[in-house]
């Protein structure tokens, strides 16, 4: 079975860190690219950072740079994203995304909260 399993959301104030982590079951993990997406109230998901099957490369939202961090373990089958220098917009549920051609798999989210 397919699947994505987040965890680590929480609720944090300003100011603070987290760390999420998504682990893969299911498919060859070390394949994929994967990603990290948020979907805040009312707004369209937007991609936050990606990075590579073998992590040779990241990218970022502009709004996300140099304060979160893409990571993964293709021994763990996990992937990690640390979030520094949290504010309110990042207020948002975070999805986990593997990708590759003609496949898309997706996580069930994990809430972020950030209070002012």
């Known amino acids: 079975q397919v699947q994505l399993v987040e965890s680590g959301g929480g609720l944090v104030h300003t100011g603070g860190s987290l760390r999420l982590a998504c682990t893969a079951s299911g498919f060859t993990f070390s394949g994929y690219t994967m990603s990290w997406y948020r979907q805040a109230s009312g707004k369209e998901r937007e991609l936050v950072a990606g990075i590579t099957s073998n992590g040779g490369s990241t990218n970022y939202a502009d709004s996300v740079k140099g304060r979160f961090t893409i990571s993964r373990d293709n021994v763990k089958n996990t992937v990690y994203l640390q979030m520094n220098s949290l504010k309110p917009d990042d207020t948002a549920v975070y999805y986990c995304?593997?990708?590759?051609?003609?496949?898309?798999?997706w996580g069930q989210g994990t809430l972020v909260t950030v209070s002012s």
């Open positions: 995304n593997a990708r590759r051609v003609l496949t898309n798999v």
